[in-house]
């Protein structure tokens, strides 16, 4: 099965609107992170978070390890937070497991 | 500043054909990576490095081969190339933490 499960696969918000989206992991947690892909494909790290919360911005991540999951939260949206958020458990080395991501569209 | 550049940025191969993809970086990092990433899906472990002049496998090796002649270039090679192989392949470098940095991507079209 899959170790990482993303959701909701796709959201649709009205700028200014919240956002939450949630990051469930099928093996214990050793260490995270949430990645963001643009439209045209490349990908920024947005967080690294293996626990408890943090900030930068309008976003917020939070990740409990016993329940093995970690969300990001974000604020008052805006049109150029379109894309793919991707969460990744990492196995080790530095190496990573992706979700299949959550799309995001932020219309005016 | 510190980048990965990924060549070529698209590519049409032949079936059975040789195709190589190639990374360069310039962060000084140790650990480099290559993934597919399927429309719709995310990214999958291909094969990764740590070390000049060693790879290791990653989630889904097959049909890859991977070399790292230096520290700064990772390149991915299909041998024989196979219509499943179309996908869009992403090389990372990163020391760990939060300094995991992704290049642009190749997209890869196998016909």
């Known amino acids: 099965g899959q170790q990482v499960q993303q959701s909701p696969a796709s959201l649709v918000l009205q700028e200014g609107e919240n956002a939450e989206l949630q990051c469930n992991f099928s093996t214990s947690l050793n260490s995270m992170q949430w990645f963001y892909q643009r439209p045209g494909g490349s990908l920024v790290s947005l967080f690294y978070n293996p626990s408890g919360t943090k900030h930068s911005g309008r976003l917020t991540s939070t990740t409990v390890i016993k329940e093995r999951r970690s969300s990001l939260h974000i604020s008052s949206s805006q049109t150029t937070d379109s894309g793919t958020y991707l969460c990744?458990?990492?196995?080790?080395?530095?190496?990573?497991?992706f979700g299949a991501g959550t799309r995001l569209k932020v219309i005016a | 500043e510190a980048a990965v550049t990924q060549s070529p940025r698209s590519k049409v191969a032949v079936t059975g054909g040789k195709v190589t993809l190639s990374c360069h970086q310039t962060?000084?990092?140790?650990?480099m990576y290559w993934y597919r990433q399927d429309t719709g899906h995310g990214l999958r472990l291909i094969h990764y490095s740590y070390v000049a002049d060693s790879t290791e496998k990653g989630d889904i090796p097959d049909g890859y081969k991977a070399s790292r002649p230096s520290q700064e270039n990772f390149s991915l090679i299909l041998e024989l190339a196979s219509l499943s192989q179309t996908a869009v392949y992403f090389c990372?470098?990163?020391?760990?933490?939060?300094?995991?940095?992704f290049g642009s991507g190749t997209r890869l079209l196998v016909i």
């Open positions: 962060n000084n990092h140790d650990y």
């Open positions: 990372a470098s990163s020391t760990g933490g939060s300094d995991y940095t």
């Open positions: 990744a458990l990492e196995k080790g080395n530095y190496k990573y497991v």
